[in-house]
C-alpha cells in the first residue's frame, strides 16, 4: 500500500480487475462484438453498495 491508501481502496480496485475480466468473458462468449445491433445498446454502470444494508446467514 501507498503511504495514505487504505486498505480498502486496493481491496476495489482489484475487485474491478477481476469484474471487467468476467465482464469481458462474457462479451466474447456471447459474441456481443460480432453484430453491428449490439453496438452503444449495453450501459455499464457503477453502484454504490454502502447504501444497501448486508445480510449474513447467521
Known amino acids: 500500500l501507498l503511504k495514505g491508501e487504505?486498505?480498502?481502496?486496493?481491496?476495489?480496485?482489484?475487485e474491478e480487475v477481476a469484474s471487467l475480466s468476467?465482464?469481458?468473458?462474457?462479451?466474447e462468449y456471447l459474441e456481443l462484438l460480432s453484430d453491428e445491433f449490439n453496438f452503444n445498446r449495453?450501459?455499464?454502470?457503477?453502484?454504490?453498495l454502502s447504501?444497501?444494508?448486508?445480510?449474513?446467514?447467521?
Not at 6 to 14: E, L, Q
Open 42 to 48: 449495453f450501459v455499464l454502470e457503477n453502484y454504490d
Open 51 to 58: 447504501q444497501y444494508m448486508k445480510l449474513d446467514t447467521a
Open 22 to 27: 468476467a465482464l469481458n468473458a462474457i462479451i
Open 6 to 14: 487504505s486498505k480498502s481502496a486496493s481491496v476495489n480496485i482489484t
